[in-house]
């Protein structure tokens, strides 16, 4: 079953005062419009069914195109639930006409986004590479297996998420075993951050676009509290939310 209206409310408060957001508000760059962008692609890829619906499919298409042509990363983030659907669609009875459809949104993604990047598609994967491990080692970045590069993101998750998200994060994962969605949103949620994880290059900004996702599972385990547990969950919310903002 969907999260409901409360969740997707509380959802949306804590995206809109995670610390990293309001600092991005002030301090603009290209990652705050990709987050939206992604979590724009999330619910039309949720919408498509699977790729059962025609006309969300090729509306999904266009929103790849649009986060592609935002950030290149943009990739990164759909990539493992895309997949995900991908593979469900390819185990319903009618799977030839969702894959049709499949390859229509990446057809109509493909022929908005590339003529774009033209050119530029050749040296992107050097560029890519570079950054993410030459550059970061010329800057005396953590190496990307050890434990420091690692923790990096565990250990900043209250500065960049919230105070807390971060634990409601860790609960709504296990909350999630009992959800239909739980398989797409374990991989929004964690399949960009494993991947982000893995690079030498570490920054707060990389792992922005994942919030949404992140705040959605967090809002997921309060929703699993009982009655009471609810209502006091939600004015810790309330009252972090406050003071994230005031002193970002």
């Known amino acids: 079953r969907p999260p409901g ?11 809109g005062t995670a610390p990293f957001v309001v600092f991005s508000l002030t301090n603009f760059q290209l990652d705050l419009p990709l987050m939206a962008v992604v979590a724009l692609a999330l619910y039309a890829l949720v919408r498509t069914e699977e790729f059962s619906r025609p006309g969300w499919s090729s509306g999904c298409g266009l929103v790849l195109a649009l986060g592609m042509l935002t950030k290149p990363p943009f990739a990164v983030y759909l990539l493992p639930p895309l997949l995900w659907t991908a593979w469900r669609a390819a185990r319903a009875p009618d799977r030839r006409r969702r894959l049709a459809l499949l390859l229509l949104a990446l057809l109509i993604g493909g022929a908005v986004a590339l003529p ?18 030459k550059q970061a080692a010329e800057e005396g970045k953590a190496e990307a297996l050890t434990a420091e590069g690692l923790l990096y993101y565990p250990r900043t998750f209250p500065t960049q998420v919230g105070m807390l998200v971060g634990p409601l994060f860790v609960w709504g994962l296990v909350a999630l075993r009992k959800e239909r ?21 570490k920054n707060l900004r990389y792992t922005l676009p994942i919030l949404p996702a992140l705040a959605l599972v967090a809002a997921v385990a309060v929703r699993s509290l009982p009655p009471g547990g609810r209502r006091v969950a939600a004015a810790l919310c309330l009252i972090a939310g406050v003071l994230q903002v005031s002193m970002t």
């Open 5 to 15: 209206e409360p969740a997707a409310l509380l959802t949306a408060f804590l995206v």
């Open 116 to 133: 774009w990047y033209g050119p530029r598609l050749l040296g992107l994967p050097m560029q890519i590479s570079e950054r993410s491990f």
């Open 181 to 201: 969605a739980r398989a797409f949103l374990w991989m929004a949620a964690l399949g960009p951050l494993v991947i982000f994880s893995l690079i030498q290059n």
